[in-house]
């Protein structure tokens, strides 16, 4: 399973980012897609997920900012992020989680920069 992430880049605090995440296989084949975020000094921190059913989760600091969404024919996920803000700067990870007999499989796309100026 690979996972592309991009969309990434410097915007103004105020700005709009899409950040996108292609699958190598079907979507379907994931429980939970979801993105992660890390700040320099700072845990990994889960910012959104949404399920193979559509159910959606965000992180509080980012409710009514960014939305998770899901095109299956297209094995992307995609997450709208609204309203910048600096402290959102961060390298942001896109993950895929298979939940098999109990145990939950992980898999990691490489990270995307996203930097928000003041």
């Known amino acids: 399973v690979q996972l592309q992430a991009s969309g990434g880049g410097l915007v103004q605090a105020g700005g709009s980012l899409r950040l996108s995440c292609a699958a190598s296989?079907?979507?379907?084949?994931?429980?939970?897609m979801g993105w992660y975020r890390q700040a320099p000094g700072k845990q990994r921190e889960l910012v959104a997920a949404?399920?193979?059913?559509?159910?959606?989760n965000y992180l509080d600091s980012v409710k009514g900012r960014f939305t998770i969404s899901r095109d299956n024919a297209k094995n992307t996920v995609y997450l709208q992020m609204n309203s910048l803000k600096p402290e959102d700067t961060a390298v942001y990870y896109c993950?895929?989680?298979?939940?098999?007999?109990?145990?939950?499989?992980?898999?990691w796309g490489q990270g995307t920069q996203v930097t928000v100026s003041s």
């Open positions: 296989g079907s979507l379907f084949s994931f429980n939970i």
């Open positions: 993950n895929a989680a298979l939940i098999r007999g109990g145990s939950t499989y992980d898999y």
């Open positions: 949404i399920t193979s059913g559509g159910r959606t």
